[in-house]
């Protein structure tokens, strides 16, 4: 990783663990949210949310790992401010992963089987934002001339993921069979899964100009 400083073993090591709980996270994430549309809450529904909490708990441990190592290698101080700018920005995406699953399963959230293709949709846009921006990181620490690409993918996807919650709200709030309560707690869920391709997006701007700066 010599874009941010000489070779660090024992960094590059923690990093690559970090970002392995972090894509743990969504991968049950992603294993859940199946289960949830195919067929409800259950067994299978609540181990994959065990899961996910546990990835990203250990992502959050390793991340404050990791700001304590930084501080204590011979790096530059813009430098260590970067990094630790893009892990503080990143880390709020495991988490907010957890949090879509997390109101699911405590406010026993059913959705309107005629939704569900959409809400696929837009889960599914939303990972795919997830999985860009991580390219991008890895880009950004590898190879930061292709950062501009990377980055422009995950605007793309934000902005298809802002098409499908207005697609799905206008759905909601056409409806006349589902009470306010309802149709608030469906529009709270649609706010916090495309919350994840927001954040994504943010990332990404940051990987951009971070990028920028290392090139000058």
Known sequence: MPFFWKKVAS?????SDYF????????????????????GQGATFE???????????????????????????A??????GDLL???????????????????????????????????????????QSYYLCRRAVDALLS??????HASKEVDEKESESDRI???????????AEFDTGHKLLLKDLILLIGGISDR???VADRIGIVAIKRQI
């Open 11 to 15: 960094i590059e090591k923690m990093l």
């Open 20 to 39: 392995e709980r972090c894509d743990t996270c969504f991968q049950m994430f992603e294993k859940a949210l199946g289960v949830f549309f195919d067929t």
């Open 47 to 73: 181990a994959a949310v065990q899961k996910a909490h546990e990835a990203e708990s250990a992502a959050d441990d390793m991340r404050r790992e990791i700001e304590l190592t930084l501080y204590g290698k």
């Open 75 to 80: 790096l530059l101080p813009d430098s260590r």
């Open 85 to 127: 700018g893009l892990l503080e920005a990143f880390d709020r995406l495991p988490n907010m992963a957890e949090t879509v699953l997390f109101a699911l399963r405590c406010q026993r959230i059913e959705l309107p089987k005629n939704l569900v293709p959409l809400y696929r949709r837009l889960v599914d846009v939303n990972l």
């Open 143 to 148: 190879n930061p001339k292709i950062t501009l």
């Open 165 to 175: 919650e207005r697609e799905i709200m206008c759905q909601i709030f056409d409806t």
């Open 200 to 202: 994504a997006e943010a």
